[in-house]
């Protein structure tokens, strides 16, 4: 058997988003009696219930040699049996917390919400309050996922702290299971907004690379091309804008890896604008003059994090079935920075 991935409670552990599930692999004991699926898996797996399991097949995660099946089918000897299921609960004292939401869309299995930069995702070390776990769930307290001490309730991805834009959450456990699925197969659609320094010698490309924890400074990641340690990542761009020294770029992600776009970009050169973990909040394109540097001072100033924002998502639909797609605008303190340079730019006054 083969068992998904293992948690704490510091969010910088999600080395990408596969990990937000559990995945198990069983094959089928030679003297293994006719036994309902759902049955065999509660058995099999310590800690989960019928309903669970129960829900994981309605939204077509469970698989008999490769084929979905319902809860009722019954093993036989043999059988290779995988298992998707939601992360496990890491239970603690949540505390609903009344914070504004801004909720772009809303129904009964899900919501999608626009980040603001500066929120975490969920509660950790360090971050146990003021989250947008936290927030979801007093605006959720009346859903039974929302009110137990779940400190990843609805959970099926996440952003970084000071990256702002678009997340999608379940709430229902068929929901948490198809959207998951979902992340887990990356074939959901996004992509992001990045301004980036320097000037990108082609207007489409694409990043490689497997990305892996730094060994020298776990906080942040590092880019190993030979693949000899890390998982495989890939990032495509293509460049909406020129600004001489820096280059508004736009990503579409093939993995979701922690760091995916800010790691990449700092391995080929570019890193973000003002992304402190990765050298983005030094000048590092433009001339030693004084009034270069206090109008990158003053663009710093401005937007006060990696610039970068998730700007569009796209999903199914776990009831309904229809592609979906939200689209959002790039946030105020993003924008004011771009058009700080493109200013710069046009009038050359610098």
């Known amino acids: 058997m083969l068992a998904g991935n293992q948690y704490n409670n510091d969010p910088e552990n999600f080395d990408n988003q596969e990990e937000l599930f559990e995945h198990y692999r069983y094959v089928v004991d030679p003297g293994q009696s006719l ?13 989960v219930s019928r309903t669970k399991i129960q829900a994981a097949s309605d939204a077509g995660n469970i698989l008999v040699n490769e084929n979905p099946v319902k809860p009722n089918y019954r093993v036989k000897p043999g059988d290779i049996i995988s298992i998707l299921l939601n992360f496990p609960k890491i239970e603690f004292e949540l505390i609903p917390q009344n914070i504004p939401l801004s909720i772009v869309y809303e129904d009964g299995e899900l919501l999608v919400v626009n980040k ?12 146990y309050e003021g989250t947008l776990v936290n927030a979801l769930a007093f605006y959720l307290r009346e859903n039974e996922l929302f009110s137990e001490n779940n400190m990843r309730a609805g959970l099926v991805h996440r952003i970084d702290k000071d990256t702002s834009g678009l997340l999608v959450v379940g709430k229902t456990e068929k929901a948490l299971g198809f959207l998951g699925k979902q992340f887990y197969n990356h074939t959901t659609a996004r992509t992001y907004h990045a301004l980036v320094w320097g000037d990108l010698t082609q207007d489409y490309g694409t990043i490689t690379g497997h990305i892996g924890r730094n060994p020298k400074n776990r906080k942040i990641m590092s880019v190993f091309e030979d693949g000899s340690s890390g998982k495989h990542a890939i990032t495509h761009y293509r460049v909406l804008r020129r600004f001489g020294y820096v280059s508004l770029v736009e990503c579409k992600l093939e993995t979701g890896r922690t760091h995916q776009i800010r790691a990449h970009f700092s391995h080929i050169g570019h890193p973000l604008f003002n992304d402190a973990d990765y050298g983005g909040n030094k000048i590092l394109k433009g001339s030693g003059f004084s009034k270069y540097k206090q109008f990158v001072e003053n663009c710093f100033q401005i937007c006060p994090r990696q610039a970068l924002h998730a700007k569009t998502l796209g999903f199914v639909h776990p009831v309904s079935k229809k592609e979906m797609l939200f689209d959002t605008e790039i946030p105020n303190d993003m924008q004011q920075c771009i058009d700080k340079w493109e200013s710069y730019i046009s009038g050359r006054t610098i």
């Open 35 to 47: 036994l309902r699926i759902d049955k065999y898996l509660a058995a099999k797996i310590a800690n």
């Open 116 to 127: 603001a930069a500066g929120m975490v995702v969920h509660p950790g070390v360090g971050n």
